[in-house]
């Protein structure tokens, strides 16, 4: 089994419905990310959380929200999906570990489609 | 802020050619340095890192060197491969980001054989 699983890996959605992503992992890390990835602009942080109880806004939060379940779990979700919300979105983690020497394991992405 | 700058693509090489991706980058404090490599439908993975001036990181053929006076993690393989195809990213982490990863926009690679 995969270190980090995303579900579902594609999606295709109308606008105005609710979109749930789920990203699990067998790490034990306790730091969780979801960045989006659009072509020609790379990935952009959207939330992460450094525990269960420790959840951040990333750069572009607006339109989404998230839930950490439990250590392994955190979820993304999009109240109200949009056009623009069309992406490919990855969840990671990383090791607390030694700052300066954090290295994050990607799942293997999420693609959404909003019609 | 914290910023990468890594160099357009698409990149299209023979196989066997030599491969530069430049990379320069914008941060507080002493940055660690990383280069990411995704592969057609699969997720980013590391590819080699660097946490200090002057360090080299290196994988799979590939190196890269943390220049602190130029502010650079140049990519480089001597002799690419039909497998070494992918988006490459580089990116930053500065503690005063709390440790969260900058990635530049990524670069295309394709090798032709």
């Known amino acids: 089994d995969a270190d980090v699983t995303q579900t579902p890996r594609n999606r295709i959605t109308k606008t105005g419905k609710r979109i749930m992503l789920e990203c699990s992992q067998t790490?034990?890390?306790?730091?969780m990310y979801w960045y989006r990835q659009d072509p020609g602009l790379g990935l952009r942080l959207i939330y992460y959380?450094?525990?269960?109880?420790?959840?951040n806004k990333g750069e572009i939060s607006d339109g989404y929200s998230v839930s950490r379940q439990a250590q392994a779990k955190f979820s993304l979700s999009l109240e109200s999906a949009i056009p623009n919300q069309t992406a490919l979105y990855f969840c990671?983690?990383?090791?607390?570990?030694?700052?300066?020497?954090?290295?994050?394991?990607f799942g293997a992405g999420s693609r959404l489609t909003v019609l | 802020g914290n910023s990468v700058t890594q160099m357009e693509g698409p990149v299209t090489l023979s196989e066997e050619a030599f491969l530069t991706i430049n990379c320069t980058y914008t941060?507080?404090?002493?940055?660690?340095l990383f280069w990411y490599v995704q592969y057609p439908g699969e997720g980013l993975q590391l590819l080699l890192k660097?946490?200090?001036?002057?360090d080299k990181g290196s994988n799979k053929g590939f190196e890269a060197t943390y220049r602190k006076e130029t502010t650079s993690f140049h990519l480089e393989k001597g002799s690419v491969q039909v497998s070494d195809s992918a988006v490459y990213f580089c990116?930053?982490?500065?503690?005063?980001?709390?440790?969260?990863?900058?990635f530049g926009k990524g670069t295309l690679l394709t090798v032709n054989p």
């Open positions: 990671a983690t990383s090791d607390a570990g030694q700052p300066g020497a954090n290295v994050l394991t």
């Open positions: 790490k034990g890390h306790d730091r």
């Open positions: 959380s450094f525990d269960v109880k420790d959840i």
């Open positions: 941060a507080t404090g002493y940055p660690s």
């Open positions: 660097a946490t200090k001036a002057d």
């Open positions: 990116a930053l982490i500065s503690g005063g980001s709390n440790y969260k990863l900058t």
